[in-house]
């Protein structure tokens, strides 16, 4: 195609139209051939390859934040890097509530960028977006905003009901295993400590939580403690409650039986039963 440029002066200039871009196909390499006729007639002509690229990069992708979408205490005091991928060369801009911040697109095609813990909001459920400009000024559209949950403050203890109904352990009970029950957030992970043995469970919607123990994994007889706490969706965990089990595992003796002389007083069927120890 050939276009009349605009003079002024010594310059020239020309601005395509949309369609004229259109025109001009495929985002690539293209030649500007420009021609000039001077006042005495001599026609002068000058090349120059470019690149032409119209199309935006995609909308950048945008990783799990914290590993989980959330962001307890400790990782607020911390700091929280956000991390994704676009296009090469391009930068990324990255909204979180009020906050934006850009990074370039690295040679791999990943972006980093870090908040520092002044820069996040305060608790809640926070939006954060990104988008993408490429090195020509054509920018992606907007990620449709995430819902992240900024969340400091650890939930409480959680309770621990009477194991086995009495909090003792006996022989058949250690036997058979037990189950240690308690209260907590819903959907909180729980976390067992009873002597060198740790499991971890979720309680439930209604926060109830059960974890089970072979008679393996209970320690020696006598008076034993075991911890629980429970952490939050965000990742903050409450301080440890402490539960206190008496384990009696030992069967005692035979009973004695001293010698009685006059045994005509028991029931017929306990003196038969008697006879044999005198």
Known sequence: QKFAANIVGSEWSYVLSAAELAALGADGAKTIDVEAVLTNSTTVTSSRLVSLKTTPPAIPT?????????????????????????????????????????????????????FLNTEIPSDGSVPVS??????????????????????????????????TGDNFISPAEKAAGIQIQGKAEAAATINLTFGSVKRTTTADASGNWSVGLL????????????????????????????????????????????YCQDLSFFPGEVLSELKQYV
């Open 62 to 114: 945008l990783d799990a934040i914290s590993g989980d979408n959330g962001i307890s205490a400790a990782e607020k005091a911390a700091g929280v890097t956000f991390t994704g991928r676009s296009e090469l060369g391009s930068t990324v801009t990255l909204k979180l509530g009020s906050i934006s911040k850009e990074a370039l697109v690295d040679a791999t095609g990943i972006w980093t960028i870090r």
């Open 130 to 163: 990104v988008s993408a400009k490429d090195a020509f000024g054509n920018a992606s559209a907007l990620t449709i905003p995430r819902l992240i949950q900024i969340d400091t403050v650890a939930p409480g203890k959680p309770t621990i009901l009477p194991v």
């Open 215 to 258: 008679g393996a994994d209970l320690p020696s007889d006598g008076k034993q403690k075991f911890t629980v706490t429970q952490s939050d969706s965000a990742g903050n965990e409450s301080e440890a409650e402490t539960g206190e089990v008496t384990i009696d595992a030992n069967p005692p003796a035979k009973p004695d039986i001293l």
